[in-house]
């Protein structure tokens, strides 16, 4: 036990240390961990694989304690992560056109980073609703699974923020905080190339993922009273935060003097404020 506490104490003390070298630019990342000719792994598919593992591990485990039916979960499971990635991956390509119509091949490229939550969450969402359509009868329904998934979905977009700290994106405006990220030149936006030191948004939204995914499983164990109000919460807690932290950030697209981002949060957070209030009633009426 001594040994387990030294090892675990030692690790949080050395991942500290690596950050705090980083942010203040000693020491400089390579996305890249390695290369076969022209294919790439990166650390940024690394952490966006081990998040998807990690959150279907634990959501079957709840599945598994809800007497639902672990083949045709691990079944649709299989096609709601396969067509998230799609999603992800269509709507960041949407919302950056301009340089994918440039640079085609590269929209091929998701090893490299890109990916938006919200194309993952829509596709994904209307994969599981189109599955339980066609697999009918099954022994859960559409709202049970989307809070088990939304419980956990959390944790893993925490654990995948880490690939943005890796390819050194995903950051703020610049800022003389004691916590300051470090960006170097070549990773730096239009227009910032003078300025060294940024707000580490991805942080930022690690810590609210981290936070939502606590109390999100908090509510599920403890004062869940009908399907579908975890995922309400989820869609409504999740957006609030991207409202706030998008801010800050510099790779917003506008739509005239709005933020893109800002205006799906908060189309999303009403949706899910909705969604959680008629689950809600409907377990009164």
Known sequence: MVFLITLIGASIISSFLAIYYVFSGKVILSPVLARFGAFEIRYYSLFALAGILLAYILAR???????????????????????GIVGARVFYVIFNLNYYAKNPLEVFMIWRGGLSIYGALIFGVLTVVIYLKVKKPVNFNVWQILDIGATFFPLGQAIGRWGNFFNYEAYGAPTNLVWKMYVPARFRLYGYENYEFFHPTFLYEFLWNLFVFLLLKNFYDKYKKSHGEVFGLYLALYSLGRICIERIRLDNLLIGQIRASQLIAAITMICGSLIFLYRRRELKT
């Open 61 to 83: 485990k709840e599945a598994k304690k809800e007497g639902i039916n672990l083949e045709l979960f691990d079944e649709m499971i299989f096609f709601g992560i396969l067509m």
